[in-house]
């Protein structure tokens, strides 16, 4: 006869990290963190490459802009979980039959391994004419450019917030050039002062910008996403998707 459980074994313990010789209490923490994250759990049991990728999901869920048979750019897309959740959801590999097939190209400056139904290329995004070619890798503006970059902690507040703005502005100056009327720009940035420039900015060219702390985002960071639909961009500069014999776009 079997036993009944008691409903102890059924919670999960919390994991805790010992401080190892030379390994530093906040690197504990983290590891710590990383050990007892629900979301690190649950990606790695859904095959996502990071906790990330629910981020998307659930912002995708709530404004719904990766429809099937849409172009999406990734920038900065290692190590290419928001890249499989784009693939996925604009059905890039012809999963979903009976449903309009998309395009998704990630472009990161490191190298990235395979995913399904993702064109990848191994391109600095704030090179000249960067974004002539991914549009030529898509085959015409973008429909999606989604960034959740973020430059490398100095450990210094203030200044991680400057270099992460800095770098959200790069992507949406990226976005304004690649994206189609009507299209779609997701980009991570930090609360702390000075993204208001970028919110005026978008406000401009966009017909609605919305902030948002998808779920997945852990409390205590100050981190932020600034979803900005409905893309409208001047008749006289709309991209063309037909390149030359030597596979560069007219302008």
Known sequence: MARKSSGRGQRELRVRVKTAKGRRTGSTRWLERQ???????????????????????????????LDSGARVVDLGCAPGG??????????????????????????????????????????????????RQVMR???????????DMAAAASGHKQTDHLRII?????????????????????????????????????????RKVVNAKPPASRSDSSERYVVAMGFRRPASTVPEASGGADGTLSA
């Open 137 to 147: 890798w898509l085959g015409g503006p973008a429909d999606v450019v989604l960034s």
């Open 82 to 131: 928001w890249s499989q959740v784009a693939s996925s959801r604009v059905n890039a590999s012809a999963a979903k039959p009976g449903r309009a097939v998309g395009r998704v190209v990630g472009v990161d400056i490191l190298a990235v391994a395979p995913i399904p139904g993702v064109e990848l290329h191994q391109l600095d995004f704030l090179s000249e004419g960067a974004d």
């Open 35 to 65: 050990l007892n994250d629900p979301y690190v759990k649950l990606a790695k049991a859904e095959g996502y490459r990071g906790r990330a990728a629910f981020k998307l999901l659930e912002l995708d869920d709530r404004f719904r802009f």
């Open 166 to 206: 800095a770098l959200c502005e790069a992507a949406a100056d990226f976005a304004v050039d690649a994206l189609a009327e009507g299209g779609v720009f997701v980009a991570k940035v930090l609360a702390g002062g000075a993204e208001g420039n970028l919110q005026a900015t978008l406000k401009q060219r966009f």
